[in-house]
Nanobody, 123 residues
Framework: VQLQASGGGLVQPGGSLRLSCAASGFTLDYYAIGWFRQAPGKDREGVSCISRGNVSTYYKDSVKGRFTISRENGKNTVYLQMNNLKPEDTAVYYC?????????????????WGKGTQVTVSS
């Protein structure tokens, strides 16, 4: 059972990136998938989550209107489209899977985690 986050990079303020969370060994359709980030010296924080069956989506207040989470079932992948990126979005981004989003717990209790991908927003 593995998750792999990818798609990070260096982008200028106002730019866009699309992160991907791909799974091997299990089907993402049956799980809630969350995106989390951790900046140097800061605690991990929840960025977004999509529930099983895509019933609900959750976003951190500071990314609402800029980030969009989506699921492409046929590719066993969940995406995080990030637009209008700001320097404060700079962090390592991780994806995680669990039965529920557990929104508000900053990822504690999520069963499966992938290695992170670095997002740097800088001019």
């Amino acid at each position: 059972v593995q998750l792999q986050a990818s798609g990070g990079g260096l982008v200028q303020p106002g730019g866009s990136l699309r992160l991907s969370c791909a799974a091997s060994g299990f089907t993402l359709d049956y799980y809630a998938i969350g995106w989390f980030r951790q900046a140097p010296g800061k605690d991990r924080e929840g960025v977004s989550c999509i529930s099983r069956g895509n019933v609900s989506t959750y976003y951190k207040d500071s990314v609402k209107g800029r980030f969009t989470i989506s699921r492409e079932n046929g590719k066993n992948t969940v995406y995080l489209q990030m637009n209008n990126l700001k320097p404060e979005d700079t962090a390592v981004y991780y994806c995680a899977a669990d039965s529920f989003c557990r929104w508000g717990t900053e990822g504690y209790g999520m069963d499966y985690w992938g290695k992170g991908t670095q997002v740097t927003v800088s001019s």
